[in-house]
């Protein structure tokens, strides 16, 4: 049976650098699964992979969309599963990377058949998000299904919108809707995780923000502000500096919120995957050598 390797983990904390050292090792392509990847202009505050690590080895899913663009999940799902299949026709093995948990999810278990938005439900919601504040909108999510509320993105309206719509009309909770298995696929899955203790983490997205600031964070969000409203620039690192740029925060706040909004995401990403049961955790300070022991002992090498 095929292999695709999954390598997971929190922003930060060293997933590029492990993925492509193992396309390389074993000579394939790496399948990306980080949504904010998936938009070309948004390459500096969605570390997207440099022009130098790109070239070293085939990419799929990269910058690969306008912020424009509307992109779903499903449609992401058929056209992974797609090009992973027409990889397989000359690797034994594929790569895959990304923190985008459900993104990944759809790929190595398959989407639940969710309904679809219900209109009257995305009003009501649009209402009580514009009368009184995300705060509000984010607490019917808390009631209604508070293990999915330590997941999502709180700061996503959308995301809220469309779990909560999703609870109305199956009287189900979210989590519920989407923990059954629907699809086997006809490859095995070994997913890699990279650990380290949180304070590591934490210092690394806070470096990494300084280092997005110095390649020109600022200027790419300031590019992109007429386009603010789609959902692409719902997102940390944009909505902190439209905020800037509205003359409602200071840069230096803004910069600070970034770090703070990464390390939420960065927390939501731990909580996720400490429910997972067959992620393989290797160190972040050895993952190269630690992922190839591994897959050594597993007969993939």
Known sequence: MKKLISIVGTTGIGKTKLTIELAKHFGTEIVSCDSRQFFREMKIGTAMPSEEELVQ?????????SVEDYYSIGQFEREAIA???????????????????????????????LPEADEENQKKLEQIFS???IESVQKILEELDPEYFNI???????????AIDVVWQ??????????????????????IGISAPRETIYDRINQRVDVMLENGLVDEALSLIDFRKYVALQTVGYSELF????????????VEEIKKNSRRFAKRQLTWYRKETNIHWVNFENSVQESLSLLNTLNIN
């Open 57 to 65: 080895v085939p990419h799929h899913f990269i910058g690969n969309l």
């Open 83 to 113: 090009k992973i299949e027409e990889l397989f026709t000359q690797n034994e093995v594929v790569i895959m990377v990304g923190g985008s948990m459900m993104y990944e999810k759809a790929v190595i278990q398959g989407l639940n058949d």
């Open 131 to 133: 009368e009184e504040g």
């Open 152 to 162: 999502v993105d709180k700061d996503n309206p959308r995301r809220l919108f469309r």
């Open 170 to 191: 199956t009287g189900k909770t979210y989590t519920e809707n989407i923990s059954v298995q629907l699809k086997q696929r006809d490859f095995e899955v070994i997913r």
């Open 243 to 254: 905020r800037y740029f509205d003359g409602e925060w200071s840069l230096d706040f803004a």
